[in-house]
């Protein structure tokens, strides 16, 4: 099976510099990773993907790390704003239609 | 395009009772997950439905099921309801064409049982 962990559950960073949140899977055959965001009140919205045959990727501010060596997925948040605040998860997928398997999540407090 | 709805929003039932969830997925998407959210165990998996067939299940007890409809739209079925089971659940849809495509997520609907 597949288990997900992370190493902080909380994170506070002054707005303007950069967050990083990391995870980490247990599972070598992981083949698919995402990341989401959950602000309060509402579902997990879609941040950015990674395939395991990529070990970088980029969004709007966003980039997402994949080292597979040792299991480990990160996101980073440039210039981190008021409206970055919410709780992160990673979720990890074998493919295959597997399931996603998901962090417990990081809190990432933005302070003004 | 009109992004994944749950209803109810808001529940509370009383232990021993059922409850309904239903949700309706992004139009043309084929698969239809359903996810158990707490403080203590985060986002666990419930089960998932394909075309009107259940393809994964995770571990919960056999008072939860669900099912899915012709038109993609599912419903999930809690029975003989615990104090326990007040979480909010999330229903989550995808187009499942390669196994590897995003899930997007509903609102939720948080139930609450006393």
């Known amino acids: 099976g597949e288990s997900v962990g992370l190493h902080l559950p909380t994170l506070s960073v002054q707005e303007g510099d950069n967050s990083i949140i990391n995870c980490a899977y247990s599972n070598s055959a992981s083949d698919y990773f995402i990341w989401y965001k959950q602000e309060s009140g509402k579902g997990p919205q879609f941040i950015i993907d990674?395939?395991?045959?990529?070990d970088k990727r980029q969004g709007q501010r966003v980039t997402v790390l994949l080292n597979k060596t040792v299991k480990h997925l990160s996101l980073q948040i440039a210039a981190t704003q008021p409206g970055d605040s919410a709780v992160y998860f990673c979720?990890?997928?074998?493919?295959?239609?597997?399931?996603?398997?998901f962090g417990k999540g990081t809190r990432l407090s933005v302070i003004a | 395009k009109a992004g994944v709805t749950q209803t109810p929003r808001y529940l509370i039932k009383t232990r021993g009772q059922q409850v309904t969830l239903s949700c309706s997925p992004i139009s043309g998407h084929r698969s239809v997950s359903w996810y158990q959210q707490t403080p203590g165990q985060g986002l666990q998996f419930l089960f998932e439905y394909f075309s009107e067939t259940q393809r994964n299940k995770g571990n919960f007890p056999g008072r939860f099921s669900g099912r899915q409809f012709s038109n993609s739209r599912s419903e999930m079925n809690v029975s003989t309801l615990e104090l326990g089971d007040s979480a909010l659940y999330l229903c989550?849809?995808?187009?499942?064409?390669?196994?590897?495509?995003?899930?997007?997520f509903g609102p939720g609907t948080r139930l609450l049982v006393l």
């Open positions: 979720a990890v997928s074998q493919g295959g239609n597997t399931p996603l398997v």
């Open positions: 989550a849809s995808s187009l499942a064409l390669t196994g590897l495509e995003t899930q997007y």
């Open positions: 990674i395939r395991s045959n990529m």
